[in-house]
Structure formats: structure tokens, C-alpha cells
């Protein structure tokens, strides 16, 4: 079992995620649950594809954080 960091970005036209551990695995949606239903399926199938291409899959090694700035 691993995790991965899913970054996620709302737009005027919806929401979109990428997997930073994953290069190219993004997805979209027109809301919140959308996009994380599809990035979910995204990640499935990126790692499924890579294993059937006898890739390796790669380690986590992003992580994020949110901080909260007093000074704006």
C-alpha cells in the first residue's frame, strides 16, 4: 500500500488533479467529487499500466502542506 499526494485545483470551468509522484497522471471534473473519482481511477490505471509494461511503480516522495499567513 502506498500513498500518493493529490494536488488539487478548482478553475472556472471545474476542478482538475494531479499526482506529482505520478508525471502525467491528471484527471478532471466539473466538481469536487467528480475530479476526485476520476484522479482515483486515474491512479489505478497508471499503476496497473505500468506493471503490465513491467515498469516499477514509483516511491512517494512528495508531500504537502497548507499554511495559514497572518501578515496579508
Known sequence: ???????YEKSKDGYSAYVPDLPGCTSAGSTREE??????????????????????????SSFGETLIFHHL
Do not use: F, H, S
Not at 1 to 7: A, P
Not at 35 to 60: F, H, R
Open 1 to 7: 500500500m502506498r500513498k500518493y499526494l493529490i494536488v
Open 35 to 60: 475530479v476526485e473519482a476520476n484522479i482515483i481511477e486515474a491512479i489505478d490505471l497508471y499503476i496497473e499500466t505500468l506493471k503490465e509494461d513491467g515498469q516499477p511503480v514509483p516511491e512517494t
